[in-house]
């Protein structure tokens, strides 16, 4: 069994920053290919950054520029920096081991980002 838990986050007004890391434990199969994804109210959960095995990075489109993923391979956990928020990045975020279209493991609590005024 594996356990994701997922903290940093909180409320925030545009343009602010925030720190979310991911702690995975338990029985790993595999630290090399992690992702942090969102899922805001009413829409369906989306990958936001990968980090592969040789620390390649990949953002959506929407943060590019603006979020930056990162691991402590020896802690087992995930980061996200977050700058230059928006409203829109309004989301419950989660980490996880991307699988295909799916996820490696099950799914942790997420933490609650709120960008607002």
């Known amino acids: 069994q594996v356990q994701l838990v997922e903290s940093g986050g909180g409320l925030v007004q545009p343009g602010g920053s925030l720190r979310l890391s991911c702690v995975v434990s338990?029985?790993?199969?595999?630290?090399?290919?992690m992702a942090w994804y969102r899922q805001a109210p009413g829409k369906q959960r989306e990958l936001v950054a990968t980090?592969?095995?040789?620390?390649?990075?990949n953002y959506a489109d929407s943060v590019k520029g603006r979020f930056a993923i990162s691991r402590d391979n020896a802690r087992t956990t995930l980061y996200l920096q977050m700058n230059s928020l928006k409203p829109e990045d309004t989301a419950v975020y989660y980490c996880n081991a991307p699988l295909g279209l799916g996820s490696l493991y099950s799914w942790g609590q997420g933490t609650q980002v709120t960008v607002s005024s």
């Open positions: 980090i592969n095995s040789i620390g390649s990075l």
């Open positions: 338990g029985r790993i199969f595999t630290f090399n290919n």
